[in-house]
């Protein structure tokens, strides 16, 4: 292992098909690894290159440096055929060989071997198992297996993004809710409006996005199944409705609420009986709520106090919040981390807003990004980094930073804007 | 139909606050020089109330119109991380209260905004303050609960473009938008 282990915080791929990657800080040491082409089951496979797609997710984590094909000095497709010296005269610490093999009722099998050519060792000998359709899925899954056995924390390759473009030229904008595969791929629209969409949240589960929209001219809450794209509406009470978050066991629905008075509350709906509980109530904007992971708390902002600060409160009642952050005039939008831990938020100084994260066990406060812009953070589900939205010289930007702050890397947009990136749970 | 002319006003609306007489919007960071605009939409309101009060019902021509003086001022401006209502807005709302407090049957939207900095819900919060602001104003001018909608669009929904002050500074705002 090339790195200490807290700075071994994985950044998991984020190369995008519609969006140019550009790694602006790197480890200064990534490991060396060669991912030998598999052999091929033609024509099950489709032409999916699954070494190509490892390699990519390995290399956009910023952790990894791949050998080019050109420099292999063979191509075997088992461990065994592996010669160790050839390869470490390549300078490659690792080799990844492997093979498609199709088996009984359409499945298909990604069977591959790691091999430490330092020491010789086969690290792993495994078998992903998956459906002729769910090969590239099956590719990020291996990934994630090599990247945690060399590095030793979970890949976070085989994942969802969700985010919102806008584009076009006022008042004919158009506004699309995007999901991807982590790596760009698979991109396609969920919904879209030519009113704002705005807040997406995934269900644990990844199988539903909540967002706000406002297609019938006010805000109002939709839910919407990613499989299918059915989608109904759950909340279009009068005022503002805004910030859906789902509970841990997606029964509930965290949301905003401002009634005809205009004055921005938390409350908690229960999305079978339609019961809602109100959680905050005072004449301040409290808002952008988000549920520890045990469901028992939330954690949202409120200018209770003067500026937004995060605060925290039951989220059975509506018993007296408190305070969370500190050491900052302007501090919003919480997200949990999976392991409840840590928050990340928004948070400004004097050089503007940037993306960071609250440890809650001590208090302490980090920022993370170095934009003026910086919004929207969302923890990548094995936690170790961060996506995000910013602004570089007037162009909007996605972006990512390792939580322990050694890893970042941004994603252009060719055109439009891009915002609100939300990162979705492991895929099975 | 209701729907289309609601949309031709709103971008009537839109189109007069960017197109009108650039008072409002020449200072929006000062509050120094009230006491020139307000004279100005005195003169302003009281041609227009006066027009105003023998045209109940009449919006599309008159004091609302594009060239009206009500119709060229339909947009208040907001200082950062604020929902005050500065003095030289004063005037302005009260003139829209008046015409509205005698036209019982025009309803209007109060569409609240802000600038792009900071976070988006917290920033829809801000802009309905902003909206329920105006709306209180106007309702010491006698207007119904019924005829005042609010909407706040947070950031969403910018009127200039840009990340400097001045675009800042224009975003930062509600919009008055007659809706029948």
Redesign the interface.
């Known amino acids: 292992m090339r790195c200490a282990l807290l700075a071994c915080a994985l950044l998991p791929a984020m190369a995008w098909a519609q969006l140019k990657i550009d790694i602006t800080r790197g480890v200064t040491d990534p490991v060396p690894v060669a991912l030998v082409p598999f052999a091929r089951a033609v024509p099950a496979d489709g032409g999916l290159d699954v070494a190509a797609v490892v390699q990519k997710d390995l290399e956009s984590s910023g952790r990894f440096r791949a050998l080019d094909r050109g420099a292999m000095p063979s191509q075997p497709s088992r461990a065994a055929d592996v010669n160790a010296a050839s390869w470490r005269a390549q300078r490659t610490d690792y080799v990844v060989v492997g093979r498609v093999v199709t088996v009984a009722d359409g499945n298909v099998q990604l069977q591959f071997e790691l091999v430490n050519v330092l020491t010789g060792q086969v690290l792993l000998n495994e078998t992903v198992t998956v459906p002729q359709s769910g090969m590239r899925a099956g590719a990020h899954r291996v990934a994630d297996r090599i990247f945690e056995k060399i590095t030793g924390f979970r890949g976070a390759f085989a994942t969802r993004i969700a985010y919102v473009s806008v584009d076009g030229a006022?008042?004919n904008q158009r506004y699309q809710l995007w999901v991807a595969d982590a790596d760009g791929e698979n991109y396609r629209v969920a919904t879209q409006s030519s009113q704002?969409i705005?807040?997406p949240a995934w269900s644990a589960d990844g199988e539903w996005l909540a967002y706000v929209s406002?297609e019938n001219?006010?805000?109002a809450i939709f839910v919407q199944r990613v499989r299918t794209g059915e989608r109904r509406q759950v909340s279009a009470r009068r005022?503002?409705n805004?910030?859906p978050a789902f509970s841990p066991d997606g029964r509930r629905l965290a949301l905003?609420l401002?009634g005809s008075?205009?004055n921005?509350d938390v409350y908690v709906l229960d999305l079978t009986t339609q019961a809602l509980t109100r959680i905050t109530e005072d004449p301040a904007?409290d808002?952008?709520a988000a549920w520890s992971i045990d469901g028992q708390t939330l954690y949202f902002?409120s200018?209770r106090g003067g500026?937004?600060q995060i605060y925290s409160a039951p989220a059975q009642s509506g018993a007296r919040a408190r305070r969370i952050s500190f050491g900052s005039s302007?501090t919003?939008?919480p997200r949990v981390s999976p392991d409840g831990k840590m928050l990340a938020v928004?948070t400004?100084d004097g050089s503007g807003?940037h993306v960071g994260v609250i440890d809650l066990a001590s208090g302490q406060l980090t920022a993370l990004s170095r934009g003026a812009?910086d919004?929207?953070p969302s923890f990548a589900p094995n936690g170790a980094a961060l996506i995000y939205a910013g602004?570089d010289r007037?162009q909007s930007v996605l972006a990512m930073v390792s939580v322990d702050g050694t890893v970042s890397s941004r994603l252009k947009a060719d055109q439009g804007e891009v915002r609100?990136p939300v990162w979705g749970p492991f895929l099975n | 139909m209701k729907q289309r002319t609601l949309i031709l006003l709103a971008a009537v609306a839109l189109l007069a606050a960017a197109c009108g007489p650039k008072r409002v919007d020449e200072k929006p960071a000062e509050t120094g020089t009230a006491v020139p605009a307000s004279a100005e939409s005195s003169g302003a309101q009281s041609a227009g109330v006066a027009t105003v009060d023998t045209s109940a019902g009449s919006t599309s021509q008159g004091a609302l119109g594009p060239d009206g003086p009500l119709g060229s001022q339909r947009v208040i401006y907001f200082d950062f991380d604020s929902s005050e209502i500065r003095s030289e807005y004063i005037d302005v709302i009260a003139a829209h209260g008046r015409f509205l407090a005698s036209n019982a049957n025009v309803r209007v939207r109060l569409e609240g905004h802000t600038d792009e900095r900071g976070s988006r819900e917290y920033n829809i919060g801000l802009g309905e303050q902003r909206a329920q602001t105006v709306k209180r104003a106007l309702a010491l001018q006698g207007v119904q609960d019924a005829q005042i909608a609010t909407v706040s669009y947070g950031e969403e929904r910018p009127a200039a473009a840009g990340s400097d002050e001045n675009a800042y500074s224009k975003n930062r705002r509600v919009e008055i938008v007659y809706i029948n």
């Open positions: 006022p008042p704002p705005m807040s406002f001219r006010v805000s005022g503002v805004g910030a905003t401002s008075n205009g921005l904007i808002t952008e902002t200018d500026g937004p302007y919003a939008r928004v400004q807003f812009l919004e929207s602004r007037g609100e």
